[in-house]
């Protein structure tokens, strides 16, 4: 008899921990859904504007938005509604992103005949309006294969697929292993000669993998092939820390490395591996997360300024590096690297306590993950909320949340 007594006390213990374990995974994914929702009503309300674009940049000394390589930066935000579609079904978050699809596929240039087919997307701020900038193309491509592929709508595809076919036989050069970073956008041409004192920038550039994504879409040899060579080249360039140091904007000299640049360049290694499955990609990705690994502080916080001898500036928080190195780090544990475990899960409660509240006084912050940057102007203080923070923070919190609650 009491044998029986301890065998029911102790299932009853069992079951009320097991109810315990229950709800408070239950309270999580509340939490994640909700946080999941409040960016996406943010990114789609507030940061579109009227015309579909991102409005990227808010001074908060000034209360004005500025624009900053708009195509690439709306390109993430199309990728991270449609992410946040999907998991949540709200179709107010689908048409969102359709609404900035339109004004993407608006950039396609017709009337340029040495330009036809790719899309005019300028990098503005030092660079100007009248350049056309590799990365600012290829950073926002993947929301637009996304959006086409969610849609089923044709035209995106199309689009973006036709850009990136022009800057494949226009801009790369498997020669050397790099890419031209820069055309001209009246003339066409792609500039080979940094005459211009523009910071031309020949490099690898894999940001965003449209070359990946093309092959996926067409089937195109030459689209592997590209990628195959440029990650071969990534990883014959990449520096013992696990960073691209010869590469603007990291800073050789000064020891500075991105908080994003280098995270582009390892997601792109993993699609190698996903082409190959050759594991010198996982490693040489591998090599990176581990550099961010270091930069992450104990509570999650990534700040912008990173040294590779582990200093950093606390003058600016990023938000969007918290975000894609636990993108990164996610990715690296479904292939067996569990020593990124700690990390994303540092980075998931980093984003779910560090929003802007929903009662914010300043609507045009409310909602939105924190990524400040603090710059000087003219002599004049530079303090912006930048939307990445928002764009990033969604793909990492619709792609946690698949993880951890499934769909």
Known sequence: MKKMVMWVCSLAVAVSLAGCSASAKDAEKDQVLQALNECAVYASDVLLDSAGKSRCDYNMILGQWFPYEEPWHTGQIILGLVDAYRVTGNKHYLDAAERAGKWWIGLEIKDNPKLEGMVAATHGDSRGNDHIVFSTVSDGSHGLFELGKETGNETYTRVVTDAITWMLDNMYAPELGVCYDIVELKTGEVLKTD???????????????????????????????????????????????????????????????????????????????????????????????????????????????????????????????????????????GYGYDEFVPNYERSAQWLLVNRYAQDHPDPNVRGAVVNTRYRNKKGRVWLTQRDVGTSFGLRFLAQYYTLKFGK
Request: with cysteine; net charge negative; hydrophobic share 35%.
């Open 195 to 333: 005459r211009d004192n523009l910071g031309l920038d020949l490099r690898p550039n894999t940001e965003g993998s449209p070359f990946y994504d093309a092959y996926l879409v067409t089937g195109e040899e030459r689209f592997k092939d590209a990628h195959i060579l440029l990650a071969n080249s990534l990883i014959e360039k990449q520096t013992p820390e696990g960073a691209w140091m010869d590469y603007h904007p990291n800073d050789k000299e000064e020891g500075t490395f991105h908080p994003r640049f280098n995270l582009w360049y390892a997601e792109s290694l993993l699609e190698a591996y996903e082409l190959t499955k050759d594991r010198k990609y996982l490693e040489a990705a591998a090599k990176t997360a581990r550099l961010y690994a270091r930069a992450q502080r104990n509570d999650g916080t990534i700040y912008y300024d990173n040294y590779v001898d582990g200093r950093f500036d606390k003058g600016s928080i990023c938000g969007s590096a918290v975000a894609f190195a636990g993108i990164l780090w996610m990715r690296l544990a």
